[in-house]
Every structure is written in C-alpha cells, then in structure tokens.
C-alpha cells in the first residue's frame, strides 16, 4: 500500500446541509427518515441540520454523495459540500468563546 493514499488531499469529507420543513406529521417522517439514512450510511450529526462523513477518496466520496441524492426528500433545502482533509482541517470550531477540536479522521476499514 502506497504512502500517499490517505494524505491530506486524498481523504474528502462529505458534508450535507439541511432545512426540511417540520410543520405536518408526514413532513416530521420525512425529515426524519432523510436523517436516519444519512446515519446509517456513516454521516455523524456536526451540528443539528449538518451530517458530515470522511472518505478516504474522491470515489468513495461520489458514491455517498450519490446515496444522499437518492435519499432526498420531496420539499426542504439540502446542500452537499466535499471538501479535502487538508481544507477541513483549516476550520476553526469554537463553543461559546472556548476554542475546540476538530473531530478526529476515522480509519475505516474496507472489504471488497
């Protein structure tokens, strides 16, 4: 396996924005579905309406942007960023006036 394959260039974070209305109890399951399948295809919640997922490539990232495509619900805004472990990793977090970390690259595993 060579070196370079999980740099900082290579390994992508797949970030996915959202406001889904909430007002009736069929757009409440909407919206409640559209973010328990970005869960289980590995996103973690950043913040409230913000799910981001590490891939260790650009493909990899393509086939979760993908799935997130086909999970959209019919009203609602959704924005999907891919951005590089290195532009992430620029970001500064902060709670309240306290400066935070960034979460850690996870090392996932990968059988084909």
């Known amino acids: 396996m060579s070196q370079d394959r999980f740099n900082a260039y290579r390994i992508m974070w797949v970030l996915v924005f959202f406001d889904l209305p909430t007002e009736t109890k069929v757009e409440r399951r909407s919206a409640s ?45 959704i924005g999907i960023l891919c951005v590089t472990d290195k532009q992430f990793g620029n970001m500064e977090l902060f709670h309240g006036k306290k400066q935070t970390d960034l979460p850690g690259t996870t090392q996932q595993l990968e059988l084909f």
């Open 33 to 77: 579905v559209f973010r328990k399948n970005l869960i289980k295809d590995g996103f973690d919640m950043f913040q409230f309406s913000i799910y981001l997922r590490c891939c260790p490539s650009r493909e990899n990232a393509n086939v979760h942007i993908k799935r997130v495509k086909n999970a959209l619900p019919k009203h609602g805004k």
